[in-house]
């Protein structure tokens, strides 16, 4: 009976060294970062009353690789990823409904080649984070063919929102690189575990089962309906001011040009193509009074979250982004290895294609995707 039970421990034993011995040589130690938790799936119903023409169901997965869509093989595809913030995220829409899913269609279907596309925007990103995700995240994933960058509106959005706080001369130094990769990534590895169970393979099976198990808690972003849009629409409605003129923005749009050169550089470190997209928006100088509110955007301070706020006119933010637009177009001319997407002047600015100020609704990114597949493959 001991001699039994002592068998059923050794083989228990080695089995486990068996598998921790194999799984090792599948998993390395090394720390690998990620802008969305690998294998996270979630599942949103959109109020299509609140969020204009989109419609419910919508699956958001992100695939182990730690990107919105098809895995990058070592297939012969063509792989571009697509970063950004939330008007490439497509949060609210369905996997196979966001622009870079339906990119990826269009293009094999027009080119010969096939085509892999995925995406890791997310909401907020800057060119900022857009430099670093590039930077740090990308070449874990091999040999990528491009990247694929819609920019320009959260980096004035958050020129206006900070206001006077705005850092006027921020430049990018090594040990704010490392910063903002200790920020905005999530960790995945067994190099820097204290405790030696946590070091394991097996361990880290376990805990990515666990994290598959029991997803980001979505009400702490955005919640399942799209609801907060309207609380952030009626901060809007009840704005302090609505403010016309704009302030100073020529530091902030010198740290834009900063950072679309470091993004340049980088790509080019990478040699891969880079396609630079404009970031279209329905600002107008006057807008329809529903147009007006479906607007959330634009505000002072901490608007998103508190009343009273000041917010720049739609006519201010459509001056101002187009400054921007205008800066990213400059920027592009004449570079080699960049291609520029005037896609602001070639979408609408209607809600035939936006459910609020920039972000796409289903018919949105639909022109969207068949508008950058016609100039990737021409």
Same mark, same amino acid.
């Given at each position: 009976?001991?001699?039994?039970?002592?068998?059923?421990?050794?083989?228990?034993?080695?089995?486990?060294?068996?598998?921790?011995?194999?799984?090792?040589?599948?998993?390395?130690?090394?720390?690998?970062?990620?802008?969305? =938790?690998?294998?996270?799936?979630?599942?949103?119903?959109?109020?299509?009353?609140?969020?204009?023409?989109?419609?419910?169901?919508?699956?958001?997965?992100?695939?182990? =690789?730690?990107?919105?869509?098809?895995?990058?093989?070592?297939?012969?595809?063509?792989?571009?990823?697509?970063?950004?913030?939330?008007?490439?995220?497509?949060?609210?829409?369905? @996997?196979?409904?966001?622009?870079?899913?339906?990119? *990826?269609?269009?293009?094999?279907?027009?080119?010969?080649?096939?085509?892999?596309?995925?995406?890791?925007?997310?909401?907020?990103?800057?060119?900022?984070?857009?430099?670093?995700?590039?930077?740090?995240?990308?070449?874990?994933?091999?040999?990528? @063919?491009?990247?694929?960058?819609?920019?320009?509106?959260?980096?004035?959005?958050?020129?206006?929102?900070?206001?006077?706080?705005?850092?006027?001369?921020?430049?990018?130094?090594?040990?704010?690189?490392?910063?903002?990769?200790?920020?905005?990534?999530?960790?995945?590895?067994?190099?820097?575990?204290?405790?030696?169970?946590?070091?394991?393979?097996?361990?880290?099976?376990?805990?990515?089962?666990?994290?598959?198990?029991?997803?980001?808690?979505?009400?702490?972003?955005?919640?399942?309906?799209?609801?907060?849009?309207?609380?952030?629409?009626?901060?809007?409605?009840?704005?302090?001011?609505?403010?016309?003129?704009?302030?100073?923005?020529?530091?902030?749009?010198?740290?834009?040009?900063?950072?679309?050169?470091?993004?340049?550089?980088?790509?080019?470190? =990478? *040699?891969? *193509?880079?396609?630079?997209?404009?970031?279209?928006?329905?600002?107008?100088?006057?807008?329809?009074?529903?147009?007006?509110?479906?607007?959330?955007?634009?505000?002072?301070?901490?608007?998103?979250?508190?009343?009273?706020?000041?917010?720049?006119?739609?006519?201010?933010?459509?001056?101002?982004?187009?400054?921007?637009? =205008?800066?990213?177009?400059?920027?592009?001319?004449?570079?080699?290895?960049?291609?520029?997407?005037?896609?602001?002047?070639?979408?609408?600015?209607?809600?035939?294609?936006?459910?609020?100020?920039?972000?796409?609704?289903?018919?949105?990114?639909?022109?969207?995707?068949?508008?950058?597949?016609?100039?990737?493959?021409?």
């Amino acid at each position: 009976m001991i001699r039994k039970g002592v068998l059923i421990i050794l083989s228990t034993l080695f089995s486990l060294l068996l598998a921790e011995g194999i799984l090792r040589l599948i998993y390395s130690q090394e720390n690998k970062l990620f802008v969305w =938790q690998p294998n996270l799936q979630h599942t949103f119903h959109p109020d299509s009353t609140i969020l204009y023409g989109v419609h419910g169901p919508s699956t958001f997965t992100i695939n182990s =690789q730690g990107f919105r869509g098809d895995e990058f093989k070592n297939d012969g595809t063509q792989k571009y990823l697509c970063i950004g913030g939330s008007t490439t995220e497509c949060l609210y829409l369905d @996997d196979k409904e966001t622009w870079p899913a339906l990119l *990826q269609d269009s293009l094999s279907t027009k080119a010969g080649n096939k085509y892999t596309i995925g995406s890791i925007g997310k909401s907020g990103c800057t060119t900022r984070e857009n430099y670093v995700q590039l930077k740090y995240y990308v070449p874990q994933l091999g040999k990528v @063919d491009g990247v694929i960058i819609m920019i320009g509106i959260n980096d004035l959005m958050k020129r206006l929102s900070r206001d006077t706080l705005f850092e006027n001369s921020f430049r990018f130094t090594q040990a704010i690189e490392d910063s903002f990769v200790n920020t905005i990534f999530l960790k995945h590895g067994r190099a820097n575990e204290k405790t030696w169970f946590r070091r394991t393979a097996l361990f880290k099976v376990l805990q990515n089962a666990l994290h598959k198990a029991n997803p980001v808690k979505w009400e702490s972003v955005q919640d399942d309906r799209g609801e907060v849009y309207q609380a952030w629409r009626n901060n809007r409605q009840h704005a302090s001011a609505f403010v016309d003129s704009l302030p100073d923005l020529s530091a902030a749009l010198a740290e834009y040009e900063r950072n679309l050169q470091a993004i340049y550089a980088e790509a080019q470190r =990478q *040699q891969m *193509q880079l396609v630079l997209i404009n970031q279209p928006a329905i600002y107008k100088d006057s807008l329809s009074e529903y147009e007006n509110g479906l607007v959330w955007m634009g505000g002072v301070g901490d608007f998103q979250t508190k009343a009273g706020c000041r917010y720049y006119s739609p006519k201010a933010l459509n001056a101002a982004l187009l400054l921007y637009n =205008q800066r990213l177009k400059l920027f592009c001319t004449g570079k080699p290895g960049i291609k520029f997407i005037d896609l602001a002047t070639l979408l609408p600015r209607d809600t035939s294609v936006f459910y609020d100020d920039c972000h796409f609704n289903e018919n949105g990114a639909r022109k969207v995707a068949g508008i950058i597949s016609e100039h990737l493959v021409h």
